[in-house]
């Protein structure tokens, strides 16, 4: 079945960059996607990948793509306090009906 | 802006009790989502809704059901709620397209079962 692995944490300091990663097993994932949810709010899209590009940079934010190793990487430039949330990686399959499937998250902490 | 909205952010029950918890989104989805939030099990899919009065099951449907008699609500109903059924609850909609589908999630629902 579908499966998205996450590491639970990560902590850095102010000013560094964050990477965040993540593996999925569904071959056939047409988009994937970084979702942020902020303490006490429901998630939001922050960003996704369309499944035949490697790289997507959008600002502070850098998404990579490795589609034969099925891993990808949301790294966060020059971190600030803001950041600190939780972050999900999601996948979805080809065809009209999309279920997303989620990571279990990562919590990344800020330490100014 | 799409917006999503669950009934309650807090939810106090006692055990035993038939609980309704409310979604209602304002953007003509045709996908509608309950998923469960617990540390470090992240977003477990409880049921979800690709048209009126259509349901299917997720990953763990058991003690919950639902109902989609209008486009734009969703409801999940804790039978006889349990302890165990203390969690986050979040709601989310979206369209049914083959190209990029963005999940538009409500607040969520805090729900404390004693």
């Known amino acids: 079945g579908e499966d998205v692995e996450q590491s639970l944490f990560l902590s850095v300091r102010e000013g560094d960059s964050s990477v965040i990663n993540c593996t999925y097993t569904d071959s056939s994932s047409t988009y994937l996607y970084w979702y942020k949810q902020e303490p006490g709010a429901g998630l939001q899209l922050l960003t996704y990948i369309f499944s035949n590009m490697d790289m997507k940079q959008d600002q502070r934010l850098t998404v990579l793509l490795n589609k034969k190793d099925k891993h990808l990487s949301l790294r966060i430039a020059d971190t600030q306090t803001g950041d600190s949330a939780i972050y999900f990686c999601a996948e979805s399959g080809t065809g009209g009906s999309y279920i997303p499937t989620f990571g279990r998250g990562t919590s990344l902490i800020v330490h100014p | 802006d799409v917006k999503v909205t669950q009934s309650s952010r807090y939810l106090v029950k006692r055990t035993g009790e038939k609980v309704f918890l409310e979604c209602v989104q304002d953007?003509?989805?045709?996908?509608m989502f309950w998923y469960r939030q617990d540390p470090g099990l992240g977003l477990r899919l409880i049921y979800f809704s690709y048209d009126v009065k259509m349901k299917e099951k997720g990953d763990i449907p058991e003690g919950y059901s639902v109902s989609r008699e209008k486009k734009e609500r969703f409801s999940l109903i804790l039978e006889s709620a349990s302890t165990n059924q203390t969690s986050m609850y979040l709601c989310?909609?979206?369209?049914?397209?083959?190209?990029?589908?963005?999940?538009?999630f409500g607040q969520g629902t805090r729900l404390t079962v004693v």
């Open positions: 953007m003509d989805h045709e996908n």
């Open positions: 989310a909609s979206s369209l049914i397209t083959t190209g990029i589908t963005e999940a538009f």
